[in-house]
């Protein structure tokens, strides 16, 4: 009797430790960060493509933050980590984690659809990463839809709270014309109500030509950064200033994440601020631009302030690639794809020498192994083609 309840308590002993090493070595399932459920609406794979020597995958990440943080993404702290996976040279993205507001994610879900429908997202699996900021953040018309700009000029300026006096400035780096520039109302704090408003003039004030040909307007977004636009002096959108100013992607690579100060000495103009004066109100509302930054709990670490410069490498290395980012990009030996490119010129670009020789876009596209969406001609000036994917 002693030896049957010893082998039974023996027996037992054995079940429980196979049930043990059973359930120590079950393989949970595996779970994926983001479900393609979940991708269907708001979610694309982009690739990146090494675009210079130095450019690391956490570059190229920093970059893509930014860009996200421009088109007015609000980055509560955390949230790119969950909505960004990389998988190999790919970033699978789900837009609707990184706090855009509901009318930028309907812009956003719009051009996904395009993206997608491409034939490089088809036999690749994804879009470039930066075709993608090309065609956001430097494509005029989709970078509105995205901000939320309002459509019309007359949209924008209600509510805002301005100076009843104005700045001319008529020594400008970007203006062949003199501009006449509404400011802030010194006693208003509420971001919301506040816009920095150029109105390009016809001529100059001197010969009476003070009339406004064009307007470019400023303004603060919730996330802290700034969106931009160019409006005719019938209220209506453009997508390009008509001179050296450029397009809204230009504004924000000139103002950065700054209010800038003037560049040039000026001649102080009867009935306006004088030079002195409009710096002091730039300083002062960047000061208080730096305070509301410093409330908030974001991803963007506005401390940084050359991180953003990752963002325009993205978009420079694509709208000007050299071979090496080419030879990636298409999926061949560096060999044949320098004999395609036979016959094409090569330039340096005027910032980022370390680039290479360089080719642009809109030359070497159609020689590509698929067909892709089509880019602005230019990423910051004025575009003999400009898309517009989102009516």
């Known amino acids: 009797m002693r030896t049957n309840n010893r082998s039974i308590v023996y027996v037992f002993f054995l079940l429980c430790c196979a049930g043990m090493m059973l359930s120590t070595c079950k393989h949970e399932p595996e779970v994926l960060p983001m479900p393609q459920a979940a991708l269907d609406k708001y979610g694309l ?13 956490q570059m190229a990440e920093t970059g893509f933050l930014w860009a996200l943080s421009f088109l007015g993404a609000e980055l509560p702290k955390g949230a790119f980590n969950q909505a960004v996976v990389w998988d190999n040279n790919n970033l699978i993205v789900n837009f609707s984690k990184l706090g855009f507001n509901e009318q930028g994610l309907q812009a956003l879900s719009t051009l996904v659809v395009h993206f997608k429908q491409s034939e490089e997202y088809q036999k690749k699996g994804a879009i470039d990463l930066g075709r993608f900021i090309a065609l956001t953040l430097n494509s005029s018309y989709h970078y509105y839809a995205i901000v939320g700009m309002p459509k019309t000029f007359q949209e924008f300026k209600q509510g805002k709270v301005l100076d009843s006096k104005r700045f001319a400035a008529t020594n400008s780096s970007i203006s062949l014309v003199d501009r006449i520039i509404e ?36 303004e603060q977004l919730p996330n802290g950064q700034f969106r931009f636009a160019i409006y005719n002096n019938s209220g209506g959108l453009l997508s390009s200033s008509k001179g050296p100013a450029g397009k809204p992607a230009k504004c924000l690579w000139c103002h950065e994440i700054n209010i ?108 590509a192994p698929f067909l892709s969406l089509k880019p602005p001609t230019s990423a910051r000036e004025e575009s003999l083609y400009e898309p517009n994917l989102i009516q």
């Open 45 to 57: 794979t982009l690739r990146w493509n090494k675009g210079y020597a130095s450019e690391t995958k």
């Open 183 to 218: 400011l802030p109302d010194s006693n208003n704090t509420d971001y919301k109500k506040s816009a920095y408003i150029a109105n390009e003039c016809e001529g100059r004030i001197k010969e009476g030509k003070g009339q406004t040909a064009y307007i470019e307007v400023k």
């Open 260 to 367: 800038q100060p003037l560049f040039a000495e000026q001649t102080d103009e009867p009935g306006f601020y004088s030079g002195e004066m409009f710096n002091y109100i730039v300083n002062r509302d960047f000061l208080r631009l730096k305070n509301y930054r410093k409330t908030l709990q974001s991803d963007i670490d506005f401390t940084r302030r050359q991180d953003h410069e990752y963002t325009e490498l993205l978009y420079i290395s694509f709208m000007e690639p050299n071979a090496e980012r080419l030879a990636l990009e298409w999926g061949m030996s560096l060999d044949l794809v320098k004999e395609k490119l036979i016959g094409l010129p090569t330039h340096k670009h005027s910032e980022f020498e370390y680039l290479g020789e360089l080719y642009f876009r809109d030359e070497i596209d159609k020689l």
